[in-house]
Nanobody, 119 residues
Framework: QVQLVESGGGLVQAGRSLRLSCVAS????????MGWYRQAPGKQRELVAT??????????NYADFVKGRFTISRDNAKNTVYLQMNSLKPEDTAVYYC??????????WGQGTQVSVSS
């Protein structure tokens, strides 16, 4: 049973930073691709960033709207993926979800963590 637990959300002023964490259990985390997605009120869930590893190299992908501001990383020893969010904007306000890409196309989601950015 794969479980993902996000944390680190909160309310911050524009221009400040937050770091989200997602701890995974019940899976071969080190060989799994991971991702962060977000969903704002009234909008569809959208990709923020993904990271996968071949054991020696991390392959990372960012949505254009976060390039240069957000950084995704992982600590396989802790089964954790992070999202460092800098220079936050009000339009970054959303529920942020962690996703694990399992085998045979399986997908696992966390419960989400709210990020609210005030202007």
């Amino acid at each position: 049973q794969v479980q993902l637990v996000e944390s680190g959300g909160g309310l911050v002023q524009a221009g400040r930073s937050l770091r989200l964490s997602c701890v995974a259990s019940g899976s071969a985390f080190s060989i799994s691709a991971m991702g962060w997605y977000r969903q704002a009120p009234g909008k569809q869930r959208e990709l923020v960033a993904t990271i996968r590893s071949d054991g020696s190299t991390n392959y990372i992908n960012y949505a254009d709207f976060v390039k240069g501001r957000f950084t995704i990383s992982r600590d396989n020893a802790k089964n954790t993926v992070y999202l460092q969010m800098n220079s936050l904007k009000p339009e970054d306000t959303a529920v942020y979800y962690c996703k694990l890409f399992g085998v045979f196309g399986a997908e696992y989601w966390g419960q989400g963590t709210q990020v609210s950015v005030s202007s």
